[in-house]
């Protein structure tokens, strides 16, 4: 009953139906692609933050995809055991994503303290070099690289950067 089903239960009625999920599933995909080109520059650039959007979209008879809106902070709300199945996995998948590297706030305390002091000082020790401050903060892990995925995407799909993209 009603409009929603998930992602792997309308590709498996899709398949049921004989359609090619692959090559559907690639213009829904040059959809996205496509809107996300028309206003990139509108989208504000925030490098500590991200955006989750919400794209509604409509497969025609013809298996001709439609944008019907994009909502920005789409609604986690969870009314339903789909939606609790559906955006548990969303938030989970989007916080693997996203997550920074645990660091350790008592460390960060204390360089803070430590370069403040010797800031006062005319004449003190030399700074340690970073990255041994970086490492006592992160407990010897090493963050992502600028642009490096997480091992484990989730079911999340890379579309951009991407050959389409370009």
């Not at 213009?27 to 509604?56: K, M, W, Y």
């Amino acid at each position: 009953g009603g409009s929603k089903c998930s992602l792997a239960k309308l590709r498996e009625r899709l398949r049921a139906a004989h359609v090619d999920v692959d090559a559907l599933w690639a213009r829904v995909t040059e959809l996205v692609l496509r809107t996300l080109l028309a206003v990139h520059d509108a989208i504000p650039h925030q490098p500590n933050a991200f955006e989750l959007f919400g794209f509604d979209v409509l497969i025609d008879a013809q298996l001709k995809p439609w944008l019907i809106e994009v909502n920005a902070s789409p609604s986690l709300a969870r009314e339903n055991p789909l939606d609790i199945e559906v955006k548990e996995r969303l938030v989970a998948d989007t916080l693997r994503v996203v997550a920074p590297p645990y660091f350790d706030r008592a460390v960060w305390g204390e360089m803070l303290r430590w370069r403040l002091a010797e800031r006062g000082r005319a004449s003190g020790a030399p700074p340690l070099p970073f990255g041994v401050e970086l490492s006592a903060l992160l407990h010897g892990v090493a963050p992502r690289a600028y642009g490096e995925l997480p091992a484990d995407l989730g079911l999340y799909e890379r579309i951009a950067p991407s050959p389409a993209w370009d």
